[in-house]
Nanobody
Framework: QVQLVESGGGSVQAGGSLRLSCAASGYTYSTKRMGWFRQAPGKEREGVAYINSGSGVLYYLASVKGRFIISQDNDKNTVYLQMNSLKPEDTAMYYC??????????????????WGQGNQVTVSS
């Protein structure tokens, strides 16, 4: 089992920055493939960013590419999402997730086995 605990959400004005953290505990071998997702009210959950700390592969949602950066500190078993130049349309509940095995695309929420509790990010114009 893997437990994921998120922190770092909040409210910010457009153009500002926030950093989300996701600390993993338990069977952390399963946290080599980590993703960040978000879900706004009335919308489907969408993949925002992905990191495979073994291969170094990164993926980003097109609308956040160049503004968001995903990284992972293996010593701390923590994955981060640095969010810069935030826009009102980035407002959503953000979740980190761990994929225990190969399979599914990086932004396929169904293929992730473990989820954090969610952290609200609100960007005002």
């Amino acid at each position: 089992q893997v437990q994921l605990v998120e922190s770092g959400g909040g409210s910010v004005q457009a153009g500002g920055s926030l950093r989300l953290s996701c600390a993993a505990s338990g069977y952390t071998y399963s946290t080599k493939r980590m993703g960040w997702f978000r879900q706004a009210p009335g919308k489907e959950r969408e993949g925002v960013a992905y990191i495979n700390s073994g291969s170094g592969v990164l993926y980003y949602l097109a609308s956040v590419k160049g503004r968001f950066i995903i990284s992972q500190d293996n010593d701390k078993n923590t994955v981060y999402l640095q969010m810069n130049s935030l826009k009102p349309e980035d407002t959503a509940m953000y979740y980190c997730a761990a994929k225990a095995a190969i399979g599914g695309t990086w932004n396929d929420a169904v293929s992730y086995n473990y989820w954090g509790q969610g952290n609200q990010v609100t960007v005002s114009s």
